[in-house]
């Protein structure tokens, strides 16, 4: 059975199977090296067929066919690609030039493979020698020439140059091998070559000179012949001609243009036609030059012409040489020399300017200086239509001192520096200031710059002191001296030390009291400045008075206020002075004094009372039982129960008794007797007083009858 294929299923199909088996090659291709070879040789001269060889080595699969990519590159820039199925690839370099010169290396790609050859070095040796041609070889001064400079085969970025022997005379940089320009020489002979050079990297290739065209300039024949006439030596006010000419043959040419010149200052622009005439004054002397131009062609011919002065410059002087207002002065003109031969000394007439309006026609003018005199003048001397005028010079009449004022720089303390300033308001720089003190001078100084000012160092012992300082000021010797008033500020006296006092006196504050700190200086200058320190030195209290005392009232002192108190006073002086320290100690109140007093007699009325009942109580045996013998001589049993071990224990007591009072008996009698008991406690006692034992007390207090044996 048959089946038909679509030819669209057969393409696909075939896309398919080329689509993996380019996928299969590429998986089964491997870059191992790539060479680069340069064919002849790695250095070659100018002209050599060069070719870039590029070899690669690769492992592939069996029947599998990889495309590869070439890529050579010069001096690490791309320089030509290429795709092939070929192991090796060429690139050519026909006909050599030194711009091919550089590093060249190639790289093989194969899908994600990449893989570069080693850099070498491909160095073309030797340069084309130039070729100069000229458009004209005859020219005339001014003339163009356009030479032509060609290096042909070159390639690369070339600079040519032209020269005139060692003289460069253009050079261009082109990308081309052959460069044009328009030159314009000098006369005479000229020798042309052009030469050209690369730059290869970091260092400078150059050409061979090219041919050597040799160029004879005719020179143009426009030099001017100046001449002055009557001569070149003359007076002010004399007429002089200067003419300027040029050769017959060039006059007629339309583009010859003749000028005169004197220093910087073009003096006539068109000598072609007509002469310059002038009549020069002194400083009119010196180098006159005729100029012509044809073109781009100048010459030109000088000549110094020197003129003497028909006069000198006049001289305008001022008589005293400063002038205060109401005195004096003279204004005098005058000239030192003159051409004698020309003129008279009465032929020259004067003129004395004062702000350019006349103040007299005449070579002296006095007056009275004052304001209306000052200004600038200037002296006009005149002869043979020769006019000079002097220096411009300024006149000012110098204004007497005014009186001065007197003032301080800053607070005036006694006993320390200060500095007294003098100034006056008018008056003509340099002043002398002199400070005075009691009419005595203390010292003087200049003042010769209107910023500047006087000033003097003083000080004082006392606030009086200050009004004996006076000023004393002058511009023009004793004529001139003003005095000013008498010095009069505000003086400060520093503080002296204070005296800190306690209301009540320190030893009888109790607590509870009200007392009053009061700080007192002997002098200083209010306000003054008062604080109060506390026990522990810190401040309680700070106040500024216009008095010399201060105080600070504690209220309900208690024992924590005592301590060291004291007091600083200041005042603008600012100089802080402290007062002796003051103990301060509060007592106790009275009430408390004589609680305390009750409680320690309280105190001490029960310790005897308990010392008392303790004592007593150490005479008394305390038992289980007891009992009261009277005194007796012990007997035998007895002394054998006090050996034996369980002999009771014996206390002696004293009994008193006091005798019985009488009123019939006289004297009263107080009998004391001393009754022994013996308190015992046996297993055989005579009488059971209590089992638990008591104790019995034979204390007899009372008027009883002596017992009976």
């Known amino acids: 059975m048959w089946v038909k294929i679509q030819p669209s299923l057969k393409i696909g199909t075939f896309l398919l199977l080329f689509l993996f088996t380019s996928e299969e090659a590429c998986a089964e291709s491997v870059i191992k090296s790539v060479q680069l070879i340069i064919h002849p040789r790695n250095e070659v001269e100018r002209g050599t067929n060069v070719s870039l060889i590029c070899q690669a080595e690769v492992s592939h699969g069996l029947g599998s066919h990889p495309n590869y990519k070439y890529n050579f590159y010069k001096d690490f820039q791309p320089l030509y690609t290429d795709q092939t199925s070929s192991t090796d690839h060429l690139y050519s370099i026909p006909d050599a030039r030194m711009a091919h010169s550089g590093k060249y290396k190639c790289a093989v790609v194969i899908e994600e493979q990449n893989k570069e050859s080693n850099v070498k070095d491909l160095t073309v040796k030797g340069l084309q020698t130039p070729v100069l041609t000229m458009d004209k070889l005859k020219l005339r001064e001014g003339d163009d020439v356009t030479a032509n400079c060609t290096a042909e085969g070159e390639i690369g970025s070339l600079t040519f140059s032209f020269s005139n ?196 026609n005449g070579s002296r003018y006095s007056g009275t200086a004052g304001k209306a005199s000052n200004g600038k003048y200037i002296c006009v001397a005149e002869a043979k239509e020769i006019i000079k005028e002097s220096r411009r010079e300024l006149f000012e009449a110098k204004v007497l001192v005014s009186k001065p004022e007197i003032s301080v720089d800053g607070p005036v303390i006694v006993n320390e520096s200060f500095w007294i300033h003098c100034h006056s308001d008018n008056g003509s720089l340099p002043i002398i200031y002199s400070l005075k003190r009691n009419n005595v001078t203390l010292n003087r100084t200049k003042v010769s710059d209107i910023h500047e000012k006087a000033r003097f160092l003083a000080m004082i012992s006392t606030p009086s002191d200050i009004s004996s300082y006076m000023c004393e000021a002058e511009n023009n010797g004793q004529v001139s001296r003003k005095m000013s008033e008498r010095l009069h500020v505000t003086v400060i006296v520093p503080v002296g030390k204070p005296l800190l006092m306690v209301i009540p006196v320190p030893g009888n504050i109790e607590e509870g009291s009200d007392v009053t700190l009061i700080c007192n200086i002997p002098k200083g200058s209010p306000p003054i400045s008062f604080r109060f320190y506390g026990g522990s030195g810190t401040e309680i209290y700070r106040t500024t008075v216009q008095s010399n005392s201060s105080s600070y009232d504690l209220s309900a002192v208690k024992r ?62 305390v038992n289980n039982k007891e009992s009261v013998w009277s005194e007796r001589p012990p007997d035998v049993a007895d002394q054998d129960s006090l050996g034996s071990t369980n002999e009771g224990d014996v206390e002696y007591t004293e009994v008193v008794h006091p005798q019985i009072v009488d009123p019939t008996q006289i004297p009263l009698k107080k009998g004391t007797d001393t009754v022994y008991s013996e308190l015992q406690t046996t297993q055989g006692a005579i009488e059971h007083v209590n089992h638990q034992g008591l104790l019995e007390y034979a204390e007899l207090n009372h008027d009883l009858p002596e017992p009976v044996d």
């Open 560 to 621: 924590q206020h005592s301590g060291n108190y004291y007091c600083e006073a200041n005042n603008q002086a600012d100089a802080l002075i402290k007062s002796d320290t003051v103990t301060v100690e509060v007592s106790l109140a009275e009430w408390k004094k004589a609680l305390i007093a009750t409680f320690c007699m309280l105190l001490v009325a029960l310790l005897v009372l308990f010392i008392v009942i303790r004592f007593k109580a150490k005479r008394v045996v």
């Open 165 to 360: 022997g060692f003289e460069e005379i253009y050079t261009a940089n082109t990308e081309s091998h052959r460069v044009e320009q328009k030159l314009r020489l000098t006369k005479g002979t000229v020798k042309i070559f052009c030469y050209y050079s690369i730059k290869l990297h970091s260092t400078i290739k150059h050409s061979d000179n090219s041919n050597v065209i040799s160029l004879d300039i005719q020179e143009l024949e426009i030099n001017p012949n100046i001449k002055v006439n009557p001569s070149a030596y003359v007076t002010e006010g004399d007429l002089i001609t200067i003419s300027c000419s040029v050769d017959t043959t060039y006059q007629r040419n339309s583009d010859l243009k003749i000028s005169l010149i004197h220093g910087h200052t073009m003096v006539s622009v068109d000598m072609t036609k007509t002469d310059y005439k002038v009549s020069l004054k002194a400083n009119d002397s010196g180098e006159y030059e005729c100029i012509s131009r044809l073109g781009d062609v100048y010459k030109s011919s000088a000549m110094n012409i020197t003129v003497k002065e028909l006069f000198s410059m006049p001289v305008l002087s001022f008589h005293p040489a400063e002038v205060f207002e109401g005195e004096r002065f003279t204004i005098s003109c005058q000239i030192k020399s003159f051409a004698s031969e020309k003129i008279r000394r009465d032929d020259i007439r004067y003129s004395i300017f004062q702000d350019k309006i006349p103040v007299i």
